[in-house]
């Protein structure tokens, strides 16, 4: 019985081995494809890379084995990141972006739910489980994709969705404020400065959010461009827009810099040339 019952388990192993090179192979390629430093950026083109990465990471992630949480969490972490970038770079119609937030807010919500401890606090208190969770990939693209989503459900929003995004972007602080050429930072300032004051906007701590994000990276574009267009385009403070729209163009001059973050700096350029060319400074 015992010899039975060890050939069935080193037959299991040695089953699962093909299976085991077959996943990682295929996590390999998805990142490969993710990747946007590797040779010259296409923003054009990107967009089938992407998808492609997508397909790749929805294809292997049922293949996942349940005790592997650190690959589990990788791929979940780059879903979330992945539908969040492709509603927000490349899809205008309003029911595939609604879809791909969703998917990108489920995606992180079940990366944190790999933490035991998250889910303990979770049946407590929801927004206490996000502001103690230590996966700062995780929590950061849940608040990012929520903040996305509640475009589509205001009365969720209202009644509470908003507290959880800007919960998510403050432990994100606490856990990384770098992360993403600041993106903690830079996201709780988009936040503070675009939600009405009654459920917790704040132009003025807006302000010295995006401060802090261009302090931690100055080579980040979008952390002019949010100032510009958030902070000084609404309080029509001319001289501020025209500085930081000004420093978004110079850093776009810099290929070396650009070239830090591909997606996002071709982005945040496109996004400063067109506020530039509404609102020309110098008139």
């Known amino acids: 019985m015992l010899r039975k019952l060890a050939i069935a388990v080193v037959c299991a192993i040695l089953l699962s081995v093909p299976a085991l090179a077959q996943t990682s192979d295929l996590i390999a390629r998805a990142d490969a494809s993710f990747d946007r ?22 294809q292997v992630l049922p293949n996942i084995p349940l005790a592997a949480l650190q690959t589990r969490s990788h791929v979940l972490n780059r879903l979330a990141q992945g539908y969040f970038e492709l509603g927000m770079a490349y899809l205008s119609d309003r029911d595939e972006q609604e879809e791909a937030y969703g998917k990108g807010k489920d995606y992180a919500l079940a990366s944190l739910r790999l933490d035991p401890t998250f889910v303990q606090t979770e049946k407590k208190s929801f927004r206490s489980a996000l502001s103690s969770a230590s ?35 403050e432990r994100a602080i606490k856990l990384d ?91 945040a350029l496109d996004r400063a040339r067109h506020l530039v060319a509404a609102h020309p400074c110098g008139n």
């Open 135 to 169: 996966d700062v990939k995780a929590i950061f693209w849940y608040g990012n994709n929520l903040g996305r989503y509640l475009n589509f459900h205001p009365l969720t929003a209202l009644s509470g969705g908003m507290k959880d995004v800007r919960a998510a972007f």
């Open 177 to 267: 404020p770098t992360y993403l050429g600041a993106g903690p930072w830079r996201a709780l300032g988009s936040f503070l400065a675009q939600v009405p004051t009654f459920i917790g906007g704040d132009p003025s701590k807006a302000r010295a959010a995006f401060d802090s994000a261009i302090k931690i990276d100055p080579s980040f574009i979008e952390n002019y461009v949010d100032s510009a267009e958030y902070i000084a385009k609404p309080a029509k403070d001319w001289d501020s827009f025209c500085e930081e729209t000004n420093k978004a163009l110079a850093v776009g001059a810099d290929e070396t810099k650009v070239e830090n973050w591909p997606l996002y700096n071709a982005l």
């Open 37 to 58: 430093w590797s040779g010259t950026f296409s923003l054009s083109s990107y967009r089938a890379q992407l998808q492609q990465a997508i397909s790749l990471y929805e």
